[in-house]
């Protein structure tokens, strides 16, 4: 498991070593079974996020690409990471965002496969038996090994609920998982399922690496925060920024809607 990551001393004044919050780090200690990054879009989270999966060699799930392609990227900032771990593993590295295109990656390759049994069942209708069973053989297989993924077919569930079950198909003890904005395919009531999931794996001696703009998998029990914003700042919940916006939003909605109206009239 991941314990500490620091970086090496560096000139390099280059995306995204020259990112405010990679300039000023120093190090980041693991000392909880689950760390979560937050801070706004831009900030530097998912880029460190991907730079120690990166080191790790971490295995990209639920994506048409290997974690690999996001080497020109990340790379000056993997090779400058110090990673101290108490053992080798690669991990398993989840995007959110990468999970929705690899639906629709399968929805496309499905009615590419139905198209082709079609189109074959045309052209060897009036050939033997035996010909015609070899021709659908190949697709059909094809065909059948992707309606059975996952315990069941992913392209029939909605988003969140294929990205749950995808994610239950892989949960290991003793795993390390990367996790980048899990939260994007998934409604607040999915969010609170995978808390729970999250809760089970890091019970079971897990390592969980996430980072989230989501206030219900910020609020894991026990979980080391670090919010971006110039520098890397150790927090609890309460203080996150975002926390206490959505808290003052909810509470004083009215403030807010008041403030858009003002401006409505003033154009």
Known sequence: MIKKISLRPHQL???PMNVPVIKHMTSLDFTTPVTIFVGDNGSGKSTLLKAIAHHQNAIKTASLKSISTLE???QPL??????????????LYFSGEDFITYIQQLTHEKALLLKQIEETKEAYKHKS???????LSAPKKELHALLNTYDGELTDKSHGEGFLAFFKSRMREDGIYFLDEPE????AINQYQL???LSDLASMGAQIIMATHSPILMAIEGATIYEFTDTIEHVTYDHIDSIRFQKDFINN????LARIRQEDTKR
């Open 13 to 15: 004044n280059m995306y």
């Open 72 to 74: 020109d990227v990340i």
């Open 78 to 91: 993997s090779d400058h990471l110090i990673i101290e771990k108490t053992r080798v593993q690669r991990g």
């Open 129 to 135: 038996t035996f010909a015609y069973n070899q021709a």
């Open 184 to 187: 994007t395919p998934l409604s």
């Open 195 to 197: 808390l729970v999931m």
């Open 253 to 256: 909605k009215e403030k807010y």
